[in-house]
């Protein structure tokens, strides 16, 4: 384990210092020590960090805490992943909130191809499981990473369909990983950590308080390529969870239920506003998403052979090789283009008639 880790650590609890800045602070020194051993005067330089974020980086003395966080890291075979990390979760790096450091513990990459994530209310019907269930069936064959938060009712049933069909999945908690909150998913969690893992931003002794369910749902909607809401009510964490998914530029999809039932009033609410695609079926999914059996192309297109392409343009075009389409979020992370920096090449390419953008945020080359 790196020795950066206590500094890493101290980075994500020093107050006034939130993911932001932390993550400023990063791009300018590179690593967490330096940043602490860095002197007060040129710290408080820095656009945004000024005297009091400075004073409080510089007078941040519990550092013993955190040698006993790593301690537990150790002894529980739990990977922490800093932002710098290559195994940090590349989606996330395009979320402007995303966390800092990340806790994971069992043994699934996180950048895998596709990723779902799946939420909906703690009081489902059988309607609502029933759903979850078809759709998880009906994508399996795609090996799609099935993303939730580990709550009682959808995000339950996500993970053990998902278990089911051999799909890894990843439960995103609000609390830190030395607990299981529901006590009653303490088995399920076990059997997801062996296909999958267990991922939160929180401390050991981080307990599941009101205030952490909102930054959990950030993770859940930055960590996919898409989000379903599987029956929701007019509110609650599935919504906020959707909102927070439209902000990152992701696909949102909603099923329906009956317009009589309350239950599903959050997901018309979605779909009527077109914050949501209406899904009914797996197949919906996986044609909005383009998620269909990749098929094979000439990957030597001479695509500039009366094109003049900047060196940015051809690192574009390189992310498509034997690809026919690919989603936005994976050009970017591919790319590591900023999702601005991505848009505006596209567009470009787009003029130039090298790429034409399809339905559901794919694109692909002409």
């Known amino acids: 384990m790196s020795n950066d880790i206590l500094y890493q650590i101290a980075l994500t609890q020093i107050p006034t210092i939130g993911d932001i800045h932390a993550r400023k ?25 000024g005297s009091v974020r400075a004073s409080a ?26 932002i710098s990390d290559p195994s940090y979760p590349k989606r996330l790096l395009h979320c402007v909130d995303a966390p800092v450091l990340l806790y994971s513990k069992g043994s699934i990459d996180l950048n895998k191809g596709r990723m779902l994530s799946i939420v909906g209310t703690r009081n489902n019907s059988e309607y609502g499981k029933w759903i979850c269930q078809k759709i ?35 439960a995103v908690l609000a609390h830190g990983l030395d607990t299981i909150y529901p006590y009653n998913n303490k088995l399920l969690s076990e059997d997801i950590i062996n296909k999958g893992c267990l991922l939160s931003e929180f401390l050991s002794g ?14 859940t909607a930055g960590l996919c390529d898409a989000l379903l809401v599987v029956e929701s009510g007019k509110k609650g964490g599935s919504l906020i969870t959707a909102d927070i998914a439209n902000s990152y530029n992701k696909d949102v999809f909603a099923t329906p239920g ?34 269909h059996e ?55 390419l787009e003029i130039k008639e090298v790429v034409k953008a399809l339905p559901g945020k794919m694109y692909a080359l002409l």
């Open 25 to 49: 602070l990063i791009s300018i020194f590179n690593c967490a020590e330096t940043i602490f051993k860095t002197p007060k005067s040129k710290l408080e330089k820095i656009e945004g960090i």
């Open 206 to 219: 981080t307990k599941p308080d009101k205030q952490n369910f909102p930054k959990r749902n950030r993770i």
């Open 258 to 291: 009956r317009i009589t039932d309350a239950s599903f009033a959050g997901c018309h609410d979605l779909i009527t506003s077109n914050k949501a695609h209406l899904i009914s079926s797996g197949k919906d999914i996986i044609d909005i998403m383009s998620w």
């Open 136 to 170: 998880i069936n009906e994508i399996k064959h795609l090996d799609v990473v099935i993303i939730s938060g580990l709550a009682y009712g959808i995000d339950t049933h996500a993970h053990k369909y998902a278990l089911e069909n051999n799909l890894p999945t990843i």
């Open 294 to 348: 990749s098929k094979v192309i000439n990957s030597n297109k001479q695509t500039q052979l009366f094109v003049e392409l900047t060196e940015d343009e051809n690192k574009i075009i390189s992310v498509f090789e034997n690809k026919s389409s690919l989603h936005f979020e994976q050009i970017c992370f591919s790319s590591g283009f900023t999702v601005s920096q991505c848009s505006s090449i596209l567009l470009s």
């Open 57 to 82: 980086i510089k007078s941040f003395k519990n550092f013993s805490r955190f040698e006993q966080e790593i301690k537990f890291i150790d002894k529980h075979s739990i990977q922490p992943l800093f």
